[in-house]
């Protein structure tokens, strides 16, 4: 069962720059697609953005143009670039192993345990 540890959150002042990092404790070559989420406080988790095995992108409206995900096969980490920062991306983000289909993405029941970002105004 593939374990996932995110890092690389923090405090950057809004307009800043974070890169967050997941690694999994075994081969993702055949993961089909992976995921970052994030949950605000008092809020629901949402799914910022995936990746399938064949590199096929997907964001969500609010961080479109911000946000940049990718895979590294060879580190077996997956990455979520985040520029432009705003206050209301503060969250705890979490990387998810699933599937995708239909142009949509399917979470399994592999997480991470988060990792806080917090972007201050």
């Known amino acids: 069962q593939v374990q996932l540890v995110e890092s690389g959150g923090g405090l950057v002042q809004a307009g800043g720059s974070l890169r967050l990092s997941c690694a999994a404790s075994e081969s993702i070559f055949s993961i089909n697609a992976m995921g970052w989420y994030r949950q605000a406080p008092g809020k629901q988790r949402e799914l910022v953005a995936f990746i399938t095995s064949g590199g096929i992108t997907n964001y969500r409206s609010s961080v479109k143009g911000r946000f940049t995900i990718s895979r590294d096969n060879a580190k077996n980490t997956m990455y979520l670039q985040m520029n432009s920062l705003k206050p209301e991306d503060t969250a705890v983000y979490y990387c998810?192993?699933?599937?995708?289909?239909?142009?949509?993405?399917?979470?399994?029941?592999?997480w991470g345990k988060g990792t806080l970002v917090t972007v201050s105004s």
């Open positions: 998810n192993a699933g599937t995708s289909g239909l142009g949509g993405y399917y979470a399994l029941d592999y």
